[in-house]
């Protein structure tokens, strides 16, 4: 770290190896082929691998397809769709092999979740404010970047509007609050799989488990999903998933579920859903 150079700490490193590589595919599908505005198909344990689709202009929807620690999809989009077979519902992935590709399949690698801990130096140069990734990158599956990015400009604002003095060590500090959400569910979500090298704290396996429990929830209760949803994109407090309403909306629903998998006769694959598959 160029920081030693100049006779200053480098910040220690908080890091989860999950070795992720995406690969995406814009595809253009006749008018009404699918009705599905958007799907999502986390990892699992025992499956670390998942897919995203989501509607976009002109008829076109976006696929993604992704694996993590070594589980990597194929470069070519045939191989795409038979990574993908047995997550997405069958109807959905017939009509994506009917779309008509627009351009190659793009791969991403993705290597670790990295937190550069810069709120713990106990000396700052003047003048060094680090934001966005280069302070903490996340899984990517998790769609927290920008938002935190977002949160940590707002942090800068309010640090700003106290003057300049001491402003990085003010900063950084404040910037922890949005950081650390983030990161406690984007990595008690990989440490979760037991592919992922680490063993989660106590809290956090509590907190995958009841995540689990809203999750279950979310795929037939709508007001559990946007509610999940906001916690996990930041909007609200992770405090908003233990309201005594929540917690009648896992036990309901679990009942509701059960009832509706009678009637319908038809399993979805592990892991397919609104948001399923912590």
């Known amino acids: 770290m160029w920081l030693r150079q100049f006779g200053f700490e480098a910040p220690v490193e908080q890091q989860v190896d999950i070795d992720l590589m995406y690969a995406s595919q814009l595809l253009w599908l006749p008018p009404g082929s699918i009705h599905e505005t958007g799907l999502i198909v986390s990892p699992i344990p025992g499956r670390p691998t998942g897919a995203a689709m989501a509607r976009v202009e002109n008829d076109a929807v976006f696929l993604t397809a992704f694996g993590m620690c070594g589980n990597h999809p194929p470069a070519d989009l045939d191989g795409v769709y038979r990574f993908i077979e047995g ?47 280069a302070v903490c990158s996340f899984n990517p599956i998790y769609a927290q970047g920008m938002t935190v990015a977002a949160l940590e400009a707002l942090a800068l604002r309010d640090c700003l509007s106290q003057g300049e003095n001491d402003l990085p060590r003010r900063f950084f500090r404040a910037a922890v609050k949005p950081i650390g959400q983030a990161w406690q569910l984007a990595v008690g979500g990989d440490l979760n799989l037991p592919e992922v090298q680490g063993r989660p704290p106590v809290m956090t396996r509590l907190l995958n488990g009841y995540v689990d429990r809203v999750l279950g929830a979310a795929e037939v209760d709508a007001e559990a999903l946007l509610q999940f949803v906001r916690v996990a994109w930041l909007v609200d407090s992770p405090v908003k998933l233990l309201r005594p309403s929540m917690i009648r909306r896992l036990v309901n629903t679990g009942r509701r579920a059960a009832r509706s998998a009678v009637v319908l006769g038809e399993e979805l694959p592990d892991g397919v859903g609104g948001v399923q598959g912590r």
Do not use: E, I, N, T
């Open 87 to 133: 997550m997405v519902p069958p109807h959905l992935l017939a009509a994506l092999r009917c779309g008509k590709p627009v351009g190659p399949v793009a791969r991403y690698r993705f290597p670790c979740s990295r937190w550069r801990r810069y709120d713990r130096l106990r000396q700052l140069p003047d003048g060094l404010l680090v934001v966005g990734d």
